[in-house]
């Protein structure tokens, strides 16, 4: 069988808390969706706009890339797969 991977963090699909994340919002078109965690949804949605998604952040490479991300992934990796939790920090992101 196929063990999916999350896009984001790297870690195995569990069967639990699971979503869909589309790097382009529907409302621009995006058809394209991946699996991902439901946490590691839930933080690039905290940490990043639809703006800042659509203009900039509609790669994995890019989302990566970010402090806040690698941060996030840092923390989450030792977390297991079915693992959510609703009162992560966030951390505040500096403004341009
Ligand atoms: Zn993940
Ligand atoms: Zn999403």
């Keep these: 069988m196929d063990q999916q991977r999350c896009p984001l963090c790297g870690r195995e699909l569990g069967t639990v808390n699971v979503d869909r994340h589309h790097l382009i919002p529907k ?28 203009q900039t952040f509609h790669t994995w490479e890019a989302l990566r890339e970010t402090e806040d991300i690698q941060a996030f992934i840092g923390w989450v990796a030792k977390k297991d797969p079915g693992f959510y939790t609703r009162t992560f920090s966030t951390n505040k992101k500096k403004n341009k």
């Design 27 to 54: 409302k621009f078109k995006g058809t394209e969706q991946f699996l991902i965690h439901k946490i590691c949804h839930r933080k690039i949605h905290s940490a990043f706009t639809e703006r800042e998604l659509l």
